[in-house]
């Protein structure tokens, strides 16, 4: 059932809360100096529109403040229960209640020979347009951005995959910026921190093979962004193409290569938690 469901999260972001508040306050006054429910040109007779605009503002606000009110409770309520779509809609049933509600009973002070009944059903009816009109213009946009921030991360995505599918080739420059090795992405190992250099290990004809290079490991990391050549360690880049196991021991834990001659690279603390996550999700 669409009530059990729960409501996307962008409607309890704190942000988008705030946005919904402020736009239906503004909607709010607006609507009222122009359409003038709730007969609210004769709150205050004999005066001028300035001075009418002040003092329906005061009250907007106050109304307002009921919905403020119960989206805070609302906030608070979702950070230890689910909001589902039935309670998400008994939030702005109530709204739409006390403020109808409130707007009566300002009506019949200043006003005191109107029927009750017949004035809640106008404020109801006319705050459920106060309300219901910016809400549903604010949800279409809400949801607009969101389906756009899916698709621009899709669209990242596919192009991340696509920049690390195409790259056959890993270019190595010097810290002059002149190419000094470019190596298969399938044959390229691991690169290692030494001082001022660092060593990149890759496969040759089958045998180990050692260059090095006048360059930094925060280069190196640069230069390698969007492929599968990661930072594991302060001294180490792997390429995770070529890793068969992540091993833990009581000193730390390793990637291991499983071919012969090459040592397994330490994965210090700083990098594990990505270092997984990556060999987990997406190779």
């Not at 704190?14 to 359409?35: E, G, H, P």
């Not at 009418?52 to 608070?76: C, E, K, N, Q």
């Not at 009973?105 to 459920?128: G, M, Q, R, W």
């Not at 599918?165 to 399938?186: P, V």
Request: hydrophobic share 40%; with cysteine.
């Amino acid at each position: 059932m669409w009530w059990t469901q729960k409501i996307p999260a962008y409607l309890h972001n704190r942000k988008n809360i705030v946005t919904l508040i402020l736009s239906t306050a503004i909607f709010a006054l607006v609507f009222i100096n122009i359409y003038t429910p709730f007969r609210s040109r004769d709150w205050y007779p004999n005066i001028s529109d300035l001075r009418f605009f002040a003092f329906s503002s005061l009250i907007i606000l106050t109304g307002i403040l009921v919905v403020a009110i119960i989206r805070i409770i609302l906030y608070y309520y979702g950070k230890k229960h689910p909001i589902t779509m039935g309670r998400y809609a008994v939030c702005i049933v109530s709204e739409i209640f006390f403020m109808s509600l409130f707007y009566t009973i300002y009506t019949l002070v200043l006003n005191p020979e109107n029927d009750y009944l017949n004035t809640f059903k106008k404020s109801t009816v006319n705050t459920a347009l106060v309300l219901l009109l910016p809400y549903t213009l604010i949800h279409l946009y809400l949801i607009y951005k969101e389906n756009k921030n899916k698709l621009q991360a899709i669209e990242n995505q596919q192009q991340s995959a696509e920049t690390t599918n195409t790259q056959k080739i890993f270019s190595f420059y010097d810290e002059k910026n002149e190419l000094r090795l470019s190596i298969n992405r399938n044959n390229l190992l691991y690169i290692e921190s030494a001082d001022n250099y660092v060593l990149i290990w890759y496969l040759n004809k089958g045998a180990l093979t050692r260059f090095m290079l006048r360059n930094s490991m925060k280069t190196m990391e640069e230069q390698l962004t969007e492929t599968n050549v990661l930072r594991c360690h302060r001294s180490y880049m792997v390429n995770f193409e070529q890793i068969n196991v992540i091993r833990r021991q009581k000193d730390g834990m390793y990637v291991e290569f499983g071919i012969k001659d090459i040592p397994d690279i330490p994965i210090s603390k700083k990098y594990s938690e990505k270092v997984i996550q990556y060999f987990t999700n997406y190779l």
